[in-house]
């Protein structure tokens, strides 16, 4: 227990932004956690102060601290309407970076973030191995969502239902791209982030197809880390900073106009986290990421903003299509408009606003991997606006959302299907 | 521990996952949004029933266990940090159903923890009106409201909770059931006990049920914005527009300090130079919301506006009202620390007041920016300070004090909304008399002979005669 001082002394950089809390108690509105358990050590107000009495030592437990914290699915919304401003989300990040590296990440997370993560070709090979195999493990749901669980799996992946896994990876099929611009035009990094490259495999295709459509040469590399996300929501400062090497390595020898990503936390994690993180490389990485930072757009916006596609007048025989809002996108980038655009520029679809459409769905990233039974009973409420809203198909822009949203209708047997609004607009052209 | 025994037997009442014992889960309900020193309380039981609701004050009671009822802990005077080590806390926040909305009668029927906001939404879904709006409304209990006889925005017209509570039913401190009030807009059967805990601070017992008014909502409503280059005339047309016989629903001000540093972060190009703005808006029937917006734009450059601006829609309504809804979040920005006061006078004396906290801020070198309703004298002073520096808390502590004793003086009260608590029970003699903490002190050992509920709080149960 000696570097129990060290501990502490780390926690005490973030006090500034700590006592910025008023405590005025705001935040339980908005905090799906707090709305699924009504607990005060598992909102903002109660998590903050809980690493307040760490950093002071009025308490001794960094585990106690550590397992609240980790009861957070770093959604932002907490930090998107507090009235004191207080960059909520930082304290979390860095408070739980610390707070591990006192008590050392679990190997299983280790395992995940410093060796699966980092090293793409480990991780693709290993789904590679676990696709032909899946029919093996997993059994068919019948239904709608045409989701899959997997009794044999149970100790590792609780009873989610997901989407089949796809036989090949994205990157196999289409391997590496680099296409010379055309006459003048447009060229995007295009970055799937694991979840496209791997999991949504069409809706990634779908992207590729709208990008080709529109003229915007793009350049795709197989070798492509995690944006990083997972590991630094985990507390893995250093994974992250393991993926950032080598994505910087890739992204620095190439010209381009804009990143784009299909995935809400991959875009908020280049733009926001990046800089941040490459600060502990060093300079030069700094300057880089911070540079391409302000060229980092979700595809959404770089559809509607950038090529200026637009809604149309919905057909007669439209079927009713809704949007859930990805905390990332909304409450981190302030994307809320552009998605709900595409979704209308596609007339077979006629588009219908939820209840609560920013109200997190419940994932919350490795949230889930933890706390299944807490996810599903937030994916709920997120279920049951969904369906009140009678819509034939829901939207999200964010594929972490899109498994959620299979899983927690498919769990109740819902006929309505989940697709990325890429996936919609795709099908016009 | 000492309680192990204790917290088994809570287990087995309500269920473990409704105990919090742990020492991470205790330390969160060690504080509430005064800013005031925290104390960990023994354990925390949350309650799902009315009926188990009950029972745990009867254990309570006969423990002998001192018990702090807490809402969604948004109180500004410490009413929900526990007394002593040994309190239990008492959540409300699983009796949160709203029992009944009667459109026939006009009430509806709610359990202590229903968030206000939520009330004020089913109630909108049935085409009624809730109007009590403070500012915390989105996550305060009904319960805390009542405890607190919250206020809000709407007070000038609409009144305050007190003004639509029918009827409550709550436990004693030995867990005796107690109703007062009905479902009729008259009832005198009894003493007005409903009334009695109305602002009672969870000292004299605990909510379990409430039966609130509703009103039929207005048909229409405008907003305008007056700016003014001194507090005076701000100050008169406010009077002036009353003695025109128009009550107001929102009748709000903003002061200079709070108008630069408003703009400062938003830019949304305030008059940096006046020294108050007024925000107001009337609302009722669409010919009448006419003629009272006709009147009260009469009035505003009769005594002196320097510039009147009129919302014409729905979208230019909410940007004039942006300044005051940003007038909290930005002063809380400004330092570390804000403590949030309420000192209200009678509207008349609002110009005094005011210049009496510019003289207290520059005389104890304290940073004070202060909106409020000044259609009810209501003022929101706010110190915007570092409490872990002590030599400056120090100043803000005396000229909070200071400015108490003006407010005294001028015939106003302590707090207008934000209640007593521990944070301002030292001022309450100096407002009222020795013989009423005296009367409030035999009151409640007669109602509460072994010194339970809350006992510090309000006048502390446990001081002399
Ligand atoms: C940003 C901010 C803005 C605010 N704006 C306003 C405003 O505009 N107007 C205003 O009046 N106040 C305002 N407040 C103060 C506060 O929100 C109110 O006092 C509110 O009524 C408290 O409700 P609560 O549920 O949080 O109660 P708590 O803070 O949980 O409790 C308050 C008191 O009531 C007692 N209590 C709670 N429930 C019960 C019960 N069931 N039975 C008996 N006693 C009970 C508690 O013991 C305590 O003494 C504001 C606070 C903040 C932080
Ligand atoms: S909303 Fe912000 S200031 Fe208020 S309690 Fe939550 S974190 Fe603190
Ligand atoms: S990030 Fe989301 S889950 Fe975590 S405390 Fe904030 S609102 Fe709650």
Request: net charge neutral; aromatic share 6%; with cysteine.
């Amino acid at each position: 227990m000696a570097d129990l001082k060290a501990l502490v002394s780390r926690l005490m950089t973030l006090e500034d932004r700590i006592i910025a809390c008023m405590r005025c108690g705001n935040c339980q509105a908005v905090c799906p956690m707090f709305g699924a358990t009504h607990m005060e050590a598992d909102v903002a107000r109660g998590k903050l102060a809980l690493v307040d009495d760490l950093a002071h030592e009025l308490i001794r437990d960094p585990q106690a601290v550590a397992d609240k914290l980790g009861r957070c699915l770093l959604c932002g919304s907490c930090q998107a309407g507090c009235p004191s401003g207080v960059k909520i989300m930082d304290v979390f990040m860095e408070a739980r970076e610390i707070v591990y590296s006192y008590l050392g990440l679990g190997p299983v997370k280790k395992a995940i973030f410093r060796v699966m993560l980092a090293k793409p070709w480990l991780f693709n090979i290993s789904m590679r191995v676990g696709s032909p195999a899946s029919h093996l493990l997993f059994r068919k749901n019948k239904t709608a969502q045409n989701t899959v669980s997997s009794p044999l799996l149970r100790p590792l992946i609780g009873d989610r239902h997901l989407r089949s896994l796809p036989v090949r990876p994205l990157h196999a099929i289409v391997g590496a791209l680099n296409e010379p611009r055309v006459s003048g035009g447009l060229k995007v990094v295009f970055f799937p982030g694991c979840m496209g490259d791997k999991y949504y495999v069409n809706m990634a295709l779908a992207c590729l197809k709208v990008l080709k459509h529109h003229q915007v040469a793009v350049f795709m590399s197989p070798d492509f880390a995690c944006c990083g996300i997972p590991a630094v929501s985990s507390g893995d400062g250093q994974g992250m900073v393991d993926e950032l090497r080598k994505n910087l390595d890739i992204l620095s020898k190439v010209d381009f106009d804009y990143i784009v990503t299909p995935c809400g936390s991959c875009t908020s994690t280049i733009k926001e986290l990046w800089p941040k993180y490459a600060a502990r490389i060093d300079d030069a990485a700094m300057h880089i990421s911070k540079a391409l930072s302000k060229k980092t757009m979700d595809i959404t916006q770089f559809l509607v903003d950038v090529l200026g596609v637009h809604g149309v007048e919905p057909r007669d025989n439209a079927i009713s299509i809704t949007y859930h809002d990805s905390c990332h996108l909304r409450k981190g980038l302030g994307v809320s408009s552009q998605p709900r655009e595409l979704l209308k520029a596609n007339s077979g679809y006629r588009f219908v606003e939820m209840k609560e459409a920013d109200r997190c769905c419940g994932c919350g990233g490795s949230f889930t991997l933890y706390h299944y039974d807490l996810s599903r009973a937030i994916g709920q409420r997120k279920r049951d606006n969904v369906v009140a809203s009678k819509a034939q198909v829901v939207a999200a822009a964010c594929p972490a959302c899109m498994m959620q949203l299979e899983d927690v209708l498919s769990h109740n047997k819902d006929d309505v299907t989940v697709k990325h609004p890429v996936e919609v607009y795709a099908e016009t052209l | 521990m000492a309680n192990s025994a204790l917290i088994k037997e809570f287990e087995e009442m309500l269920g473990k996952e409704n105990v919090f014992s742990s020492e991470a889960d205790r330390r969160t309900y060690a504080y509430d949004a005064a800013v005031l020193n925290p104390v960990v309380p023994a354990f925390v039981i949350r309650p799902t029933t009315t009926e188990q609701l009950g029972k745990c004050v009867v254990k309570l009671y006969n423990e002998g266990i001192p018990m702090t009822v807490r809402g969604a802990g948004t109180n500004l005077s410490g009413g929900t940090i526990p007394d002593t080590s040994d309190t239990v806390v008492i959540l409300t926040c699983a009796l949160n159903r709203i029992l009944e909305i009667n459109t026939n009668d006009l009430y509806a029927v709610v359990e202590p923890g229903v968030v206000t906001a939520d009330l004020a939404a089913a109630v909108a879904a049935k085409g009624l009106f809730y109007p009590p709006d403070p500012g915390s409304m989105s996550v305060s209990s009904i319960g805390g409201n009542i405890a607190e006889n919250a206020g809000g925005l709407r007070g000038l017209k609409y009144g305050v909770t007190k003004d639509y509570v029918m009827g409550v039913e709550f436990f004693d401190s030995t867990g005796g059931w107690v109703r007062s009030g009905s479902r009729t807009v008259k009832c005198v059967t009894g003493y007005n006990l409903a009334g009695m805990l109305i602002q009672s601070e969870g000292t004299l017992g605990v909510i379990s049920q409430a039966v609130m008014k509703l009103v039929p909502p207005p048909s229409a409503s405008r907003a305008c914005l007056a700016e003014f280059d001194d507090m005076q005339k701000a100050a008169e047309a406010v009077a002036g527009i009353i003695a025109e016989h128009i009550l107001p629903c929102t009748l709000e001000f903003l002061d200079n300090n709070t108008i630069v540093k408003v703009d400062d972060f938003t830019h949304i190009g305030l008059p940096r130079n006046a020294a108050a703005i007024l925000l107001i808006e009337v609302d009722g029937h669409p010919a009448q919301v006419a003629d009272d917006a006709a009147a009260v734009e009469r009035v505003l450059k009769a005594c002196g506006a320097t510039a009147v601006h009129v919302a014409k829609d729905a979208a230019e309504k909410t940007q004039l009202w942006e300044a005051r809804r940003q007038a909290l979040p930005v002063l809380a920005r400004v330092k570390p620390t804000t403590v949030l006061e309420d000192a209200t006078v009678p509207r008349s004396q609002i110009p005094a007041m005011m210049q009496a906290i510019t003289d207290i801020s520059k005389k104890y070198r304290v940073d004070v920016g202060t909106f409020g309703h000044a259609g009810d004298g209501n003022l929101h002073p706010t110190f915007l300070c570092d409490k872990r520096d002590k030599e400056e808390y120090a100043r803000v502590e005396a000229a909070i004090d200071e400015m108490f004793d003006v407010a005294i003086k001028l015939h106003g009260t302590l707090s207008g909304e934000h209640g007593i608590g521990t944070a301002k029970a030292k001022w309450m003699e100096k407002e009222t008399s020795r013989g009423t903490i005296l009367f409030s002190r035999r009151l409640r050992k007669a109602l509460d002979p072994k010194g339970l509920l809350n006992p510090t709080k309000l006048v502390g149960i446990l001081g002399g005669e």
